[in-house]
């Protein structure tokens, strides 16, 4: 079933897109936001974004939650465990909330801007990533960098059950070096790994829940083709799926069905469209597609009845 959203001259940049039970609803949010995740308390979602923003909803109201900075916020990650959330954005930014989302705790992780953060299964180690290599662990409040990394880190997912991760890069650093576009870390000896190289800047990544694979998203940066393909840890398999003109920078696996939601951003105005997909491993199906909002973000909730999908008018493949 498809959904289409057109609402040009819109002064809303934002929109939440809910799709459950074969219905898509979308609701405006004022501000540009780039990701959320799922409240651990009450399975409500936190927003951040730009300016500092954090806003929780809470059934039909959205709620301010007070950050501490002004930076823009690109990334957030809430500890299984304890119900912490980490957030990360410009200029080093962190900020870390308790599991009410209160008590803001801000500080800087050197001063280039950080793009993702992801604790691993058990809560007790989180990875962050951002531009020009910039990838640390923060444990108990410590953190500590990893080297390795040339260009910018975009996305991390970990293995589940395991101290394993994956973390997507741009295919070039600075003046088009090449650079490895994939990377494995290993919590245990604390090494990264680099995975492979290509032409494609591989975005969004996401495992299987019972992490025999992931499925790495992201578009050829020549030829502006979409990239999808499968991993096992060690390499990349790609898939064909259609690509032309199509900016794959989200996934999420369903956790109870082999269904995954892939969500499509723009490289530049009327170059693209913000895509809905579902994807059970043979066939594409488009749910939602709008050419005035484009996708940052995806994710399925716990039960996997519902999927939730956020964009901005202001999302390109480059800013996600």
């Not at 293995?159 to 994939?182: D, K, M, R, Y």
């Not at 991993?231 to 032309?244: F, Q």
């Amino acid at each position: 079933m498809l959904f289409e959203v057109t609402l040009r001259g819109c002064a809303l940049p934002s929109i939440l897109l809910h799709y459950a039970n074969e219905r898509a609803q979308t609701r405006h949010v004022q501000g540009v936001f780039r990701s959320f995740a799922w409240s651990p308390v009450d399975e409500g979602l936190i927003l951040v974004g730009d300016g500092g923003r954090v806003v929780k909803l809470e059934e039909e109201r959205f709620i301010n939650i007070m950050s501490g900075t002004c930076q823009n916020l690109r990334g957030i990650s809430v500890n299984g465990t304890n119900g912490t959330i980490l957030i990360v954005g410009n200029a080093g930014t962190v900020v870390q909330l308790d599991d009410g989302a209160n008590t803001a705790r801000v500080s800087r992780l050197g001063s280039h801007n950080l793009r993702s953060a992801s604790w691993n299964p058990s809560g007790t180690l989180a990875l962050i990533a951002g531009n020009e290599g910039t990838l640390s662990t923060l444990s108990q409040e410590t953190t500590q960098a990893i080297e390795g990394g040339r260009a910018n880190f975009r996305h991390i997912a970990w293995q589940p059950n395991t101290h394993f991760a994956l973390v997507t890069s741009n295919c070039f650093a600075e003046e088009f070096i090449p650079s490895p576009n994939l990377f494995s870390y290993a919590a245990e000896s604390k090494t990264l790994s680099p995975l492979n190289e290509g032409r494609a800047d591989l975005i969004g990544v996401d495992w299987r829940p019972d992490g025999t694979a992931a499925i790495v998203v992201g578009s050829d940066v020549i030829w502006h083709n979409g990239f999808v393909a499968m991993s096992d840890g060690r390499s990349l398999s790609p898939i064909e799926l259609p690509s032309k003109r199509v900016y794959p920078v989200a996934v999420s696996y369903n956790p109870r069905k082999q269904v995954v939601a892939i969500v499509t951003a723009t490289a530049q105005p009327d170059a693209g469209e913000g895509i809905l997909y579902l994807w059970n491993g043979k066939a594409l199906q488009i749910i939602f597609r709008s050419k005035e909002f484009f996708f940052s973000a995806v994710a399925w909730n716990k039960e996997g009845t519902e999927i939730v999908a956020l964009g901005s008018s202001a999302t390109r493949t480059f800013n996600c």
